[in-house]
């Protein structure tokens, strides 16, 4: 089992910026696709962003395209979320998350494909 720590949460206004970091430990990192989800109260939890195991490719939800940046630094065992132009639709709890099986083939975007999900860290944004 992976251990996944997530920093970088905070306050902010409308129209800021945050960069969430996940810290990686227990597996080979490089060989795992990651993921970041966000539930804000009373919703489900829902898929933000992922990358692949090489760092390769992303795929954004429709809500964050554009403004959010997915990135896989390999060599620090960390995972990053550059937002910026945050919007108070985004405040919720950050969970980034990493994939069941290594050397994923298609971009992983439902709960189902991760396994490893980290405590999470709270953005809120302000108007």
């Known amino acids: 089992q992976v251990q996944l720590v997530e920093s970088g949460g905070g306050l902010v206004q409308a129209g800021g910026s945050l960069r969430l970091s996940c810290a990686a430990s227990?597996?080979?990192?490089?060989?795992?696709?990651m993921g970041w989800f966000r539930q804000a109260p009373g919703k489900e939890r829902e898929f933000v962003a992922t990358?692949?195991?090489?760092?390769?490719?992303?795929a954004y939800a429709d809500s964050v395209k554009g403004r959010f940046t997915n990135s896989k630094d390999n060599a620090k065992n960390t995972v990053f979320l550059q937002m910026n132009s945050l919007k108070p639709e985004d405040t919720a709890v950050y969970y980034c998350?990493?994939?069941?099986?290594?050397?994923?083939?298609?971009?992983?975007?439902?709960?189902?494909?991760?396994?490893?999900w980290g405590q999470g860290t709270q953005v809120t944004v302000s108007s």
């Open positions: 998350a990493c994939a069941a099986s290594p050397f994923a083939t298609r971009m992983l975007i439902f709960r189902k494909d991760f396994d490893s």
């Open positions: 227990g597996r080979t990192f490089s060989t795992y696709s």
């Open positions: 990358i692949m195991w090489t760092g390769g490719s992303t």
